[in-house]
């Protein structure tokens, strides 16, 4: 059985946005979507999902790639880096349907309690969302209950939320 430790368990994210019709990607369609901008509805978007965050086992989703010579001595693992490509998921089971992943570096940023700072991208890889991205930078407090971080880029269907 793999041992599996959950940084984010759930992810809940609400935004306001523009209303993205086509994610046409190329130049001519780009433009022509700023064109409309002046008339487009703001949307809220809600939704959940499940990150799965596996550091042990035959597959980890996440490797460490650097450390301190005194990270191990550190409760908090201070200076402990990771790089990750996450699996998100619709249920909380590990083989519930895959949605997108989140693929980035997080490290431990605090001497005295656990804090990650986590620089990653949700990519996204199913129905209307497909290929569209969510940039977040910032701080987790990895055991408050409730935890809120930036969302400071986007594209696809997200494009100037
Ligand atoms: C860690 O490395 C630094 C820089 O090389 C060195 O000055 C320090 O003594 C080392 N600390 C320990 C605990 O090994
Ligand atoms: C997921 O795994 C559980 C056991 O861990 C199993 O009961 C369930 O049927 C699996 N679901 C799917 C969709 O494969
Ligand atoms: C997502 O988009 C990629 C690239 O356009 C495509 O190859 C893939 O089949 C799509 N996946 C789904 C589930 O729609």
Known sequence: MEKRSIVLFLCFIVMAMPMVQDVDLGPKAVEKWFTKLPHAEQKVTK???YFHDILRG???TAVQ????????KSLTLF???AMMDDPLTVGPEPNSTIVGRAQGIYGSVDKKEGALLMNLNFVF???KLNGSI???LGRNHVFNEYREMPIVSNSGVFRLA
Do not use: D, E, M, W
């Open 47 to 49: 939704f959940h999902f």
């Open 58 to 60: 035959k597959n980890p």
């Open 65 to 72: 790639i650097a450390q301190s010579n005194t990270t191990a």
């Open 79 to 81: 200076r402990f880096v």
């Open 125 to 127: 890889t199913s129905g």
């Open 134 to 136: 969510l940039s977040v």
